[in-house]
């Protein structure tokens, strides 16, 4: 089935959108409404969860997710045959799923992010154990702020084929899995590093194109991981950094991190985290000067 006017269910993501359940009553319309953390240790926070929604013909709701790319961000359209509470018991294996290094946790699978990089791992054997009762799902594809050239192209993930034997490690989280749950998070991170640059200063993208704005994060990201940061924190004044003082501040022998370790040597053998927050102090003092300076 490839028309995503034929689905009969509605995934969504409490988080993204908090206020789902009550809105979907208000609507008046006979919904079949099941929050997937209704019955497991997470219950308090259903409406956080994941919210399964199956759909009468005669709803809008399909029709709206089509038109509607604000929308498209926190749900997915699916197609079944089987009943909700069919589906539902097959999701909730996918809540908190144990993966091949024996850890466990929260998967958001309803965030559409994060499926469209999770379904993607699964080759077509795997993905008919994921999908077992869904037949076709349709999740908006990921596209970054600045590449945004109009309306997001969707992705389809159909059922190869049916199954009636599901191997008891169907959801099993393995090295791909595990892979691309970390690109998803990457992709997290590039959309909120782009904008909180972008709102310090809106002029720090405006000579770059799509491509050279995209090489550019990866540079920063790679960069800063290389030199031994691991917080968000830390990669972000990495970044901020990289803006005020050019991506190679911390090789470049005229630059001011130069001058800062002349002044106190013992910085250099600081750890990568506790040194950029450091910099940070005398960079923000460097410009607090400067603007001192030309006020």
Known sequence: MSN??????????????????????????????????IGTRWKELH???????????????????????????????LFSRASLSTVADHLRHFICPPDLNGNAGLLRFADPLVTHYWLTSYGPEQLCQVLAPIET?????????????GDAPITQFSRPHSTDVRDKNFALLGENQISVLELAYRWQFKERLYAWLNTRDPQTFSLLNSDQTERWLEHVLDSGSAWGLVSERGLVTWAETCVDWGRDFATRPDSPYQDWLSQA??????????????????????????????G
Do not use: M
């Open 4 to 37: 995503v006017s034929q689905a009969n269910f509605l995934l969504i993501d409490g988080v993204l959108r908090p206020d789902a359940i009550a809105h979907l009553y208000q609507r008046g319309e006979p919904l079949e409404i099941e929050p997937l953390y």
């Open 47 to 77: 409406d956080l969860g994941p919210i399964l929604v199956k759909l009468p013909s005669s709803s809008p709701l399909v029709s709206e997710w089509q038109q509607n790319q604000l929308v498209q961000s926190d749900s997915c359209p």
């Open 137 to 149: 799902l349709w999740v908006k594809t990921p596209i970054h702020t600045w590449q945004s050239t």
């Open 265 to 294: 040597p013992e910085n250099g053998s600081l750890a990568p985290e506790l040194r950029i927050e450091a910099l940070d102090d005398y960079r923000q003092l460097a410009l607090e000067a400067k603007d001192t300076a030309n």
